[in-house]
């Protein structure tokens, strides 16, 4: 168990072809070169050459570390948010801490950023959410997002020479999930993969400074262990289960549990699900009230904004294009989907796509929405209803969903309503965490 707090290195930028930044402040390059000002990095036959805003070239090396001296920080230029998902778009974003620059097998260039927990949380609370959200909340998210992050970065340790499987293939059946520890040049990305951490641009009030601060080396535990604290935007009214979403492993304190303060029963079949996704229930997460919503969700989040009940229409070739597009198989026409396992939540985690060409069985939640949609599905809590035409073809595909993203662990929207309600952080946990214990460990 850790009684210090850790130093970690964040994935920023991934596989581009050319860096452009700005050092506000003098940073030490190797071979005790000091630069600030504009700079601009590229790779040729493997080898980073660094130039400053003149262009001349100032170093060149296979990796290049930049540490920040005095507290300056850095620019990073075009950064790309949201990657693959319906709100991706590109900003520029400064960090504090020390940057490294390296090269890629395949001549593209990755940015690093080398930073403490603390100062990292600062960041992803901001980020993630609205800085301007409830303390309570800000709080509650501190030290889910810390517990998460060590605990990662503990089990990384542990199976470090035994990489754990993250798919299962075999004859007409793909099951896929993907963890987020997947990186191997850094402990962590910057994006939704992982959480979200956009620098201190993101740092907008002392909320989140303070919430950091009130919760510092805070951290979830079960059976004296650091939780897996996973978070997602919006449940839809019931959480789901770890093993459904990634390893097949259940952890006790990641219980599916009603957002609300009455208990909703666990969606045990299709008529269940059905009935569940097309109503409206009284729980944390079912709001429109956009102060809420302003407090809670940045900005570009706040595009979406029906993510507690969703609905979306595919033509059969529309669904027959973006399958073949996102799976790589030609199915040919589209003759019927199929639920075979949902989780209490009504989350999907076993799909049949039945086809004039092939049938396959696809898994886990995370594939099924990348399969159905040019981005990603809200989430896979959806039912499908299709029109056929007289001989019984589908011609449209309707399908009707609940919440936005896994929905394990903390959801976000609902947390977010429970803060304005005035509960506290410890209560906010304790509700979404089972038979946990919060406790101090540096």
């Known amino acids: 168990m850790i009684s210090a707090e850790p130093i970690i290195t964040v994935g920023i930028i991934e596989r581009t072809r050319e860096i452009h930044g700005i050092f506000h402040g003098l940073y030490e390059l190797p071979n005790s070169i000091r630069l600030q000002g504009s700079f601009t990095v590229h790779s040729e036959n493997g080898t980073l050459i660094l130039s400053d805003s003149e262009g001349f070239e100032v170093i060149r090396g296979a990796g290049i570390r930049c540490r920040a001296l005095t507290k300056a920080t850095c620019t990073l230029c075009n950064v790309t948010i949201g990657i693959n998902f319906h709100w991706e778009r590109k900003e520029n974003q400064s960090f504090e801490g020390n940057l490294t620059i390296l090269a890629d097998a395949d001549g593209t260039l990755s940015a690093t950023n080398e930073i403490g927990v603390e100062q990292y949380l600062e960041s992803v609370i901001s980020?993630?959410?609205?800085?301007?959200a409830p303390i309570e909340l800000l709080k509650a998210h501190a030290v889910t997002s810390r517990s998460w992050l060590v605990a990662m970065l503990e089990r990384k340790k542990k199976s470090a020479s035994v990489p754990s499987q993250k798919s299962r293939e075999i004859k007409d059946e793909i099951l896929r999930?993907?963890?987020?520890?997947?990186?191997?040049?850094?402990?962590?990305?910057a994006d939704d993969h992982c959480q979200r951490y956009q620098g201190i641009a993101k740092v907008i009030s002392r909320g989140a400074e303070e919430a950091v601060a009130a919760t510092r080396g805070q951290f979830i535990l079960y059976n004296n262990e650091i939780c897996d604290a996973r978070f997602s935007k919006a449940c839809g009214g019931r959480t789901e289960l770890f093993e459904h979403t990634w390893e097949e492993i259940p952890l006790p304190y990641l219980q599916s549990i009603s957002d609300s303060a009455q208990t909703y029963p666990e969606l045990l079949n299709e008529t269940d699900a059905d009935r569940w996704i097309l109503s409206s229930p009284d729980v944390y997460c079912n709001t429109s009230d956009v102060k809420i919503l302003k407090q809670v969700l940045p900005s570009f989040d706040r595009e979406t904004t029906d993510f507690f009940r969703w609905k979306l229409e595919y033509t059969q070739e529309q669904l027959a294009d973006i399958l073949q597009m996102k799976s790589g198989i030609d199915f040919g026409r589209?003759?019927?989907?199929?639920?075979?396992?949902?989780?209490?939540?009504g989350r999907i985690y076993k799909l049949k796509v039945i086809g004039s060409k092939r049938t396959i069985i696809v898994g886990k939640e995370l594939e099924i929405r990348r399969w159905f949609s040019n981005s990603h599905l809200y989430s896979s809590a959806f039912i499908v209803k299709i029109e056929r035409d007289v001989k019984g073809i589908?011609?449209?595909?309707?399908?009707?969903?609940?919440?936005?993203?896994?929905?394990?662990?903390l959801c976000q929207v609902?947390?977010?309503?429970?803060?304005v309600k005035g509960f506290k952080a410890e209560e906010i946990i304790n509700h979404y965490f089972k038979n946990i214990e919060l406790k101090k460990l540096y």
């Open 127 to 132: 980020s993630e959410m609205n800085s301007e």
């Open 334 to 345: 589209i003759l019927d989907i199929v639920p075979l396992l949902r989780g209490p939540s």
């Open 177 to 189: 999930w993907y963890d987020r520890e997947d990186h191997a040049r850094f402990d962590v990305c």
């Open 414 to 419: 609902g947390a977010a309503v429970m803060a």
């Open 394 to 409: 589908p011609e449209r595909f309707i399908l009707s969903g609940a919440g936005w993203g896994h929905g394990v662990g």
